[in-house]
């Protein structure tokens, strides 16, 4: 079954990420979803020619972002709390073209302690992987996020996505 997963983040105050926010101008506006048959998370976009580096070509940073993303979204998907990215892994296997539409899919690896491995991979249009990532995110306390992001962000709506 596939699933759109809601991004219950677009109603914290102050909140503009780059990768998700559907009201961020600048940003991505990537939309998620969940492949619960294969537990894994997806986006599928097709990059603008304002984000290559070279002429065609997704500027690597972007790449990074896209990864980042998924990941985040696949970790918060299953264990429902705020990570914190630990280690981004990136090997640009292929050109990522701006030409043609890409998908970018998450799966858990395993969940250490605190710390959730996900692999990434950005597809290109003919499902052929051109770059490959490994992003390890850290379930913070909650006393570490409201240090970070303030504690008068989160109404208790929002309290239930954070670990003691």
């Given at each position: 079954?596939?699933?759109?997963?809601?991004?219950?983040?677009?109603k914290?105050?102050?909140?503009?990420?780059f990768?998700?926010?559907?009201?961020?101008?600048?940003?991505?506006?990537?939309?998620?979803?969940?492949?619960?048959?294969?537990e894994?998370i997806?986006?599928?976009?097709?990059?603008?020619?304002r984000l290559?580096?070279?002429?065609?070509?997704?500027?690597?940073?972007?790449?990074?972002v896209l990864i980042?993303?998924?990941?985040?979204?696949?970790?918060?998907?299953?264990?429902?709390?705020?990570g914190?990215?630990v280690?981004?892994?990136?090997?640009?296997?292929?050109?990522v073209?701006?030409?043609?539409?890409?998908?970018?899919?998450?799966?858990?690896?395993k969940?250490?302690?605190?710390?959730v491995?996900?692999n990434?991979?950005?597809l290109?249009?003919?499902?052929?992987?051109?770059?490959?990532?490994?992003?390890?995110?850290?379930?913070a306390?909650?006393?570490?996020?409201?240090?970070?992001?303030?504690?008068?962000?989160?109404?208790?709506?929002?309290?239930r996505?954070l670990?003691d």
């Open positions: 079954m596939i699933r759109e997963i809601e991004n219950v983040f677009a914290l105050q102050g909140y503009r990420c990768g998700c926010d559907p009201t961020n101008d600048l940003g991505l506006k990537i939309r998620l979803f969940a492949d619960d048959e294969k894994e997806f986006t599928m976009i097709k990059p603008e020619d290559s580096g070279f002429p065609g070509i997704l500027h690597g940073g972007i790449q990074c980042d993303e998924v990941a985040f979204w696949t970790m918060f998907d299953r264990i429902k709390k705020i914190v990215t280690r981004v892994e990136m090997e640009f296997l292929n050109t073209r701006t030409s043609s539409p890409i998908e970018v899919r998450g799966k858990i690896d969940i250490e302690g605190r710390d491995f996900i990434v991979d950005i290109n249009d003919r499902n052929g992987i051109c770059t490959r990532g490994r992003v390890v995110y850290h379930i306390k909650k006393e570490t996020v409201f240090k970070i992001l303030g504690k008068e962000r989160f109404t208790s709506g929002f309290l996505y670990e």
